[in-house]
Nanobody, 129 residues
Framework: QVQLVESGGGSVQAGGSLRLSCAAS????????MGWFRQAPGKEREGVAA????????YYADSVKGRFTLSQDNAKNTVYLQMHSLKPEDTAMYYC??????????????????????WGHGTQVTVSS
């Protein structure tokens, strides 16, 4: 079955950096639409960034553009979310998602949550001021 395992979360001070990893198994990773989402306490889950592993296309929410960067390691079936200049408002549980068919990309909305069929259990990121 499909498994997505996130890691790399932790506690940092504002301005710090973290790199999250999402390791995929049981999934056709080589040409996949994958996304990162986050949910802060008391708030709805929101899309952060998305990547098409087959073409290295990436998309970022405005709130993280210029600070977060996606990358991939095909040999490890892993997608990374490098986060720099972290802010307290970045504090949330971060989830990796996969299984989108790409249709949302064609209309410029790759962070439609309901497009994704598979979800990891999340990794906590806490940024202190």
């Amino acid at each position: 079955q499909v498994q997505l395992v996130e890691s790399g979360g932790g506690s940092v001070q504002a301005g710090g950096s973290l790199r999250l990893s999402c390791a995929a198994s049981g999934y056709t990773y080589s040409s996949a639409y994958m996304g990162w989402f986050r949910q802060a306490p008391g708030k709805e889950r929101e899309g952060v960034a998305a990547i098409y592993t087959g073409g290295h296309s990436t998309y970022y929410a405005d709130s993280v553009k210029g600070r977060f960067t996606l990358s991939q390691d095909n040999a490890k079936n892993t997608v990374y979310l490098q986060m720099h200049s972290l802010k307290p408002e970045d504090t949330a549980m971060y989830y990796c998602a996969a299984g989108a068919d790409g249709s949302a990309w064609y209309v410029g909305e790759p962070l439609r949550e309901y497009e994704y069929s598979y979800w990891g259990h999340g990794t906590q990121v806490t940024v202190s001021s």
